[in-house]
């Protein structure tokens, strides 16, 4: 069996070619993608506990976490400094990415440039997985940052996500992180 994704102006297909001998194994699957709205809040929210929760976080952390993320999120919605795109396959949404754009002084990596593309909460639900949404939803972020002007994006990756953005070309760096001790809010993890 093979897969063709075509992706043309918002609407992916994906069709599922399948030997002869099955014909009611094919799956023919048109969806569309549209940009996000204020209205996704809780959305997006969900696919982000979704996210974590799928890399091994739980509920101690999650829910504190969606709480504080649901009341960052309203406002960078409504000013549009967090936009991404969702994909829908009638009328229900089943994959989402979100975008920003964050100051960083001029680096190396983008000598020119005061800011980077960032990619976060990359979520198909999982059902939809394995049928080049999460890689049409990183299409789309390129495509936006590109419009933006802004060459240079980061992300960072689950496990399970990591092969995906290799393959798209995108490669680790040598970033490190450290929870403060004695800082409200921080989690070891």
Known sequence: MARDVLFRNGVVRVVWRCDALFPDSC??????????????????????????????????VLL??????????????????????????????VASIGLMLIDWPPHPLHPLQDKRGYVLNVFVEPEYRHRGLARELMRLADAEFAARGVGYAVLHATEKGRPLYQGLGWSGTAEMAKVLVGVPGGVAG
């Open 27 to 60: 799956l023919d699957i048109t969806m569309h993608s549209r940009t996000l709205h204020v209205d996704d809040l809780e959305l997006i929210c969900r696919h982000r506990e979704a996210m974590f929760r799928d890399a091994g976080k739980g509920d101690d």
């Open 64 to 93: 504190p976490m969606t709480e504080h993320f649901r009341a960052w999120l309203g406002p960078r919605l409504r000013d549009g400094s967090y936009f991404g795109y969702v994909m829908v396959d009638e009328g229900v949404s």
